[in-house]
């Protein structure tokens, strides 16, 4: 009995031992702690407590104590039971303010993964996504833009990730989303994982790679490997493939070498592979890289990683040459046996291209070309400089001293520009150096209790408005630096008044304004009195307006011998020169280099309010139109430099192309493409000697479409044109079109959906809706395009005097409603159009020119339009645009046996379930900034 009882209970034992070790290794696995370094946030979790990913095993937590602001949301009920992981069902909304910032804390200099996640779900009940509407809003990584989120046409299951590998500039990171008025923006989960410093070289901190496409090949059962299998957690898709592809496999391990850890491939990755049936004609692999309509190909460059081993039989012989985009990337390379070979080109980004690579097996190989993996990067430029620091911690003090929650303060005070925050003046000096805050205006805004230290303590601070609050006590005895305007009116602050502060203001060195305060009831005539400052005041004035009137007289002497116009050689305009160049890739001209090109400014070709253009020739023989700023408007032009930054950086074959500029103090000019057909105004209504064809101008009316459509839709921010007109559309001597004149252009600060502003734009062309609002959007060029093209079609300018005012398109109503629709059209056409292409024509111009911007269309949709009426005609141009000659073989080859060899990512690779997109940026419109 004892030995029986002993064996039971030993068995009894035994069984609560393996149930205790059992829930011992569940809980390693499902309920381990996160990595050391790793963040998952569950945007929008609607209860306070972190959980286990039953997927990943990783902890998600709420996003709470990282962002400000938002609304928490949920996917709609539909899409609830088809949700890929519990990180899809909800979603923090930002209906609110241009940008709104995730924190996340890092360590400063070090690299990191960060994944952001979006699904729309229908949450709000409005199916943005298939509404026909552009949701598009954008996301910045840090202070720079590093993608956007395009959803337009998408379903609404769709998940689409985002990822990019940055340096932490210091020890927070933030994700921003920015609203460009195109959709509320919203994000679903946020990821952070730190990356050894080994790694991916090429990342530092002026350069981010945002992810394309991460690929493994072979037989994979999963569509996404992910954590644990990589420890870092990035995606890696599995690549379909159909005959002739052939996978491999081998359960031998495959590493790198000690000593290369730049990238890390996991083993279980390389133990598979991909290459062609030996059976099959053909030698090559394509491997496609993701493509989406959004995706702006023509700027964007790629960095491709590629991970060879070599896992099959013993002693192969196989050997290949690795293209890009038609270029040899690597000859003759044999990938090691059982051992990781990854191959770049040192970090260099290569244009997009056709969108593949290649690999094509050499004479000398036996077996046909193999790959385990690729990564496909583009490039994300870090060339925004972040707030000074200090200024930054200042000021974050402030905000939680004042508890200023109501007050949108979100992400980097001062960068971008655009985003800067509210109140705040900030100085952005020409050299390499971090903004710093100059200016703080938080009058009025309902703060209480003792002045701020952070304040006095800011080096650059030169202005300083604190009235109209409910600040109390002393002001603290504290020795300001640059502090030259103080503005303490209207508070309930109480003296005395510090020595240090008091000295510099009887020493006229700070404007103390103290009036409204218990401290003037008590000690009026010694801090409060105006009498010495309005003294000062009128002596300034005495003094400084004869010096004003004559300065004035002597500078109207000087405009009448001024040489614009090559009316003068007597003035020295080189002594003149700014010494420091801007920051943009563009040719900076001398004074004197544009006198030799211009020929002593000879050839005048236009003029305008902005100063005259001139006909100019560079050394090799390139024609070129000189647009020089009248100097009577240098003072007042604030806006040049910044707008040669932002036109440096707009690229599109409908846009005319900026070569350089002149940065005189005396002389302020833009150098563009010289275009030999004039414009189209002067084509329409030069006379009868040259007609344009019914073809023809719907060409043209393209091509100025499709450079708006970029502006609108492509740069980020959006850039609105401003003054769209037929002088503003230049024709080449392929009579393609060329939007051109960006005088009157600004880039859409996307913490409004409109500019306001003073107005702009020509009479006849300007949206009617500005007068009542005095508000200028994207649709007001939709609307000045709608009369471009009503004079397309009718030879009419916009304003029509005789034998009565009319404005076009009333004029056009007018004609239609006495007779028919050919009463309208250009005589010089002598009836050879089509007449329903010319109904559809005229249905479009009348819908842009509405009087309402909502009930106008898009420059997408008057895009899209234009090509359905000219769809033959369309590709004709477009194949003759391109120049056979200079097509690449190995491009022709491509696109040739892309059907025969492997057919690339199927459309089960382009969804996760409900639809997650392939390629991890395949919905980003790069921009042209």
């Not at 949301?73 to 890929?84: L, P, R, T, V």
């Not at 459509?709 to 003054?723: A, G, K, N, Q």
């Not at 397309?792 to 404005?807: A, C, K, N, R, S």
Request: charged share 20%; net charge neutral; aromatic share 10%.
């Amino acid at each position: 009995m004892v030995i029986n009882f002993i064996c039971w209970q030993r068995t009894k034992l035994a069984w609560i031992l393996a149930l205790l070790l059992n829930l011992v290794m569940t809980i390693q696995v499902h309920g381990q702690p996160p990595p050391s370094g790793f963040i998952s946030i569950d945007c929008g979790l609607r209860n306070s407590s972190s959980y286990n990913d039953s997927t990943t095993g990783l902890w998600f937590n709420p996003d709470g104590g990282f962002v400000e602001g938002g609304t928490r949301k949920q996917i709609s009920q539909e899409f609830m039971a088809d949700a890929f992981n519990e990180q899809q069902k909800t979603m923090r909304s930002f209906p609110d303010s241009s940008r709104n910032c995730y924190t996340l804390p890092s360590t400063i200099g070090k690299k990191y993964l960060v994944r952001a996640m979006f699904t729309y779900g229908n949450y709000d009940g409005l199916n943005k996504t298939l509404d026909g509407s552009v949701f598009l809003f954008g996301l910045h990584i840090g202070v720079n833009f590093w993608g956007a989120v395009n959803l337009t046409n998408m379903s609404p299951s769709a998940v689409i990730p985002k990822e990019v590998l940055t340096v932490a500039p210091s020890n927070s990171l933030s994700v921003c989303l920015v609203n460009f008025g195109s959709g509320i923006p919203f994000i679903s989960s946020l990821e952070l994982r730190p990356l050894q410093d080994t790694m991916y070289p090429f990342v530092n901190s002026s350069v981010s790679i945002g992810v394309l496409l991460r690929t493994r090949f072979g037989n994979v059962t999963d569509l996404i490997t992910r954590y644990p299998t990589d420890t870092y957690d990035r995606f890696w898709k599995r690549f379909s493939t159909s005959y002739p592809g052939v996978n491999l496999y081998t359960t031998n391990k495959v590493e790198s070498l000690p000593g290369n850890n730049f990238f890390n491939i996991p083993s279980v990755i390389m133990q598979h592979a991909l290459t062609v049936d030996m059976n099959f004609s053909r030698s090559r692999i394509i491997i496609p890289t993701a493509t989406h309509p959004n995706l702006d190909t023509k700027s964007l460059h790629v960095l491709p990683i590629f991970h060879f081993a070599e896992i099959n039989g013993s002693n192969p012989n196989r050997r290949f040459d690795i293209y890009g985009n038609g270029e040899l990337l690597f000859s003759d390379f044999s990938p090691s046996r059982f051992q990781v070979d990854s191959m770049h080109q040192n970090g260099r980004f290569l244009p997009y291209g056709n969108g593949s690579f290649l690999m094509n097996k050499t004479s000398s190989s036996t077996l046909k070309p193999l790959i385990n993996a690729v990564e496909t990067y583009f490039l994300v430029r870090m060339d925004k400089l972040t707030t000074n620091s200090e200024d930054v911690n200042y000021m974050k003090e402030v905000k939680n001293h004042y508890n200023l929650t109501q007050i949108n303060w979100n992400g980097d005070p001062c960068s971008p520009r655009e985003y800067s925050w509210e109140g705040l003046t900030c100085h952005y000096s020409k050299s390499n150096q971090n903004p710093r805050i100059v200016s703080i205006n938080l009058s009025a805004s309902g703060l209480k209790g003792g002045l701020a230290l952070s304040f006095l303590n800011m080096v650059s601070l030169e202005n300083l408005d604190l009235s109209h609050n409910n600040l109390t006590g002393a002001i603290p005895d504290y020795q300001i630096k640059t502090l030259k305007i103080l503005d303490l009116s209207n508070n309930q602050l109480v003296g005395p008044i510090p020595d240090s502060i008091l000295r510099k203001f009887q020493a006229g060195l700070l404007d103390l304004r103290l009036e409204g305060n218990p401290v003037c009831s008590k000690f009026k005539d010694t801090y409060c009195s105006n009498k010495k400052k309005n003294t000062i005041q009128a002596m300034v004035i005495a003094v400084i307006v004869p010096v004003v009137l004559v300065s004035l007289l002597v500078l109207m002497c000087i405009m009448q011998k001024l040489c614009w116009g090559g009316k003068s050689d007597h003035e020295d305009y080189a002594m003149y020169e700014e010494e420091t160049s801007l920051h943009v890739d563009l040719r900076r001209f001398t004074y004197v280099e544009l006198k030799i090109i211009t020929n002593d400014f000879q050839s005048i070709i236009g003029k305008g309010g902005f100063g005259i253009v001139y006909h100019g020739k560079l050394e090799n023989g390139d024609e070129v139109a000189v647009k020089v700023l009248m100097e009577t408007s240098i003072a007042e032009s604030t806006d040049f430099l910044p707008e040669v930054e932002t036109l440096s950086k707009v690229h599109h074959k409908n846009l005319v192309t900026l070569k350089g500029y002149c940065q005189n103090k005396k002389c302020l000019a833009l150098i563009y493409d010289f275009m030999s057909r004039g414009n189209l105004q002067q084509l329409i209504r030069g006379g009868d000697d040259y007609s344009l064809k019914w073809e023809q101008r719907l060409h043209i009316a393209l091509d100025a479409a499709q450079g708006l459509e970029y502006l609108h839709e492509s740069c980020t921010p959006s850039i609105v044109h401003r003054d769209v007109k037929t002088p503003n559309i230049l024709l080449d001597k392929n009579l393609v079109g060329i939007i051109s004149d960006f005088g009157l252009s600004r880039a859409f600060n996307d913490a409004h959906t409109h500019i306001s502003t003073v107005a702009a734009g020509t009479l006849g062309y300007l949206d009617p809706e500005y007068h009542a609002t005095f508000q200028l959007t994207v649709k007001t060029d939709v609307y000045s395009f709608g009369i471009v093209l009503l004079e397309i079609i009718t030879g009419q300018p916009p304003v029509l005097m005789e034998p009565q005012t009319f404005h076009l398109p009333n004029w056009v109503r007018h004609k239609i409603a006495m007779g028919n629709i050919h009463d309208i059209v250009d005589k010089r056409l002598l009836d050879q159009y089509d007449a329903s292409s010319l109904q559809s024509v005229v249905d479009l111009a009348m819908n842009c020119v509405e009087n309402a911007a909502i009930d106008r269309p898009t420059m997408t949709d008057v895009v899209s339009r234009l090509k359905e009426l000219l769809p033959v005609v369309a590709s004709e141009k477009m194949s003759g645009s391109a120049s056979t000659s200079s097509m690449n073989p190995m491009d022709a080859e491509i696109r040739r046996q892309f059907q025969l060899t492997i057919s690339g990512i199927s459309n089960e690779e382009y969804s996760f379930r409900s639809g997650y997109t392939g390629g991890m940026s395949d919905l980003m419109p790069l921009s042209g900034r």
